[in-house]
């Protein structure tokens, strides 16, 4: 069986347009993935940097405070309205280089009154309501500053956190 030079070149042809739409669709989804996974370090330099890009970021807000904030879905419940007001969240919390340091756990929740976390955490929680999820990215003035958290959080850290407020138990102050 003889093949003409027509029907080879053809079958290249053919043959190559599916993968060549895969190297394609492959080269994208690196792009898109390396874009992603922009690496920082954790020197002082690198949480400057990642403050900056982040607050030029689709959706992101930035505070007075250097608080900066993004909705990734809103609610539509009540809002903290004391410090003495129990929040009920789901998070998660991570180092500018990735490294998840704290989350709860799939199906559970975490308890705290409103006023009694970091500074970060509590100018958010004054402005969210039941039902909302944002991303936090907290500079490390408004999270654990020069001290650090032990051995989890290295000192002069921006922390980025998804958390859901799930509830808020309002508190009567005592008379």
Known sequence: MRISKAAVFTILVLGMIPLGGCGDKEQKAETQKAEKTMTYDLSAGSNQKYLAENSAKD??????????????KSGAGSSPTSGMDMVTVTYKGWLIDGTVFDQTGPGQTAKFPAGRLIPGWVEALRMMKEGDEWELTIPSNLAY?????????????????????????????PQ
Do not use: E, N, W
């Open 59 to 72: 959706g992101v807000k930035t505070l007075p405070s250097g608080l900066q904030y993004r909705i990734i």
């Open 145 to 173: 500053g020069s001290q650090g958290a032990g051995d989890v959080i290295p000192p002069d850290q921006t922390l980025v956190f998804q958390m859901a407020l799930l509830k808020v138990d309002h508190q009567t102050p």
